[in-house]
């Protein structure tokens, strides 16, 4: 038997899950777009753009939190000779995941 509270506990569980699985989204749709642009930086197009995209996403699941994505952007723009420091690339992160948000809600609807 069923109470009211059981099924506003159900209610919450069901809306965290979406919430965590939507945050999961957002924040890979962030991590692709931010390796498109550091491709972009990088002189880098079409496929080769591409797979560099995939290894920043990858790279996120290295440790918890976007240390890993910044480090791996940061290291690879400095490896190709581009000056730019952490706080560009935080700051370029910020900008693109509100984008993001906005592509996965478009996309939610």
């Not at 989204?25 to 930086?41: F, P, Q, S, T």
């Given at each position: 038997m069923s109470t009211t509270f059981d099924d506003r506990k159900k209610s919450f569980e069901t809306k965290?899950?979406?919430?965590?699985?939507?945050?999961?989204?957002?924040?890979?749709?962030?991590?692709?777009?931010?390796?498109?642009?550091?491709?972009?930086?990088?002189?880098?197009s079409g496929e080769a753009a591409d797979a560099y995209a995939k290894d920043v996403v990858m790279a996120d699941f290295d440790k918890p939190g976007d240390e890993d994505v910044l480090t791996k952007v940061l290291t690879d723009l400095t490896a190709a000779g581009k000056a730019i420091d952490a706080a560009a690339v935080r700051k370029q992160m910020t900008r693109l995941l509100d984008a993001a948000k906005e592509q996965v809600m478009q996309e939610a609807k």
């Open positions: 965290f899950q979406k919430d965590q699985e939507l945050q999961f989204k957002v924040n890979n749709r962030r991590n692709r777009l931010l390796g498109l642009w550091a491709a972009a930086e990088m002189g880098k």
